[in-house]
């Protein structure tokens, strides 16, 4: 699972900052690394992602895009053996997706 938090208060819907909580996404995003999000802008297929746990919603998980098809999207995490993602849970309505993802250099 690749959870993440909101690092600052929410202003918006529109941009967020996250910390991320674990190794799902390594090496593309590790553990104590600050992403930002944006809702401006919907993921494609090889972008990472911000989402809503389909199994919990309270909970936000980091994932790659692999593919959406219709009103659904299959997402995977970069680190597949420290992964809970569509292989497990399938395919995420996109209503789940609440923007892309940038790492911070």
Not at 11 to 30: C, G, K
Not at 66 to 85: A, H, P, T
Request: charged share 25%.
């Amino acid at each position: 699972i690749c959870s993440v938090r909101r690092k600052l208060p929410k202003a918006n819907n529109v941009f967020s900052f996250f910390l991320v909580q674990d190794h799902s996404m390594a090496p593309s995003v590790s553990e104590g690394d600050a992403v930002f999000a944006s809702s401006l802008f919907r993921p494609g297929p090889g972008d990472i992602a911000i989402m809503r746990d389909p199994e919990d919603p309270e909970r936000l998980l980091l994932k790659r895009v692999v593919r959406i098809e219709q009103e659904y999207c299959w997402v995977e995490g970069d680190n597949k053996g420290q992964s809970r993602d569509s292989r497990q849970f399938g395919y995420i309505p996109l209503r789940l997706v609440l923007g892309r993802v940038w790492t911070m250099a």
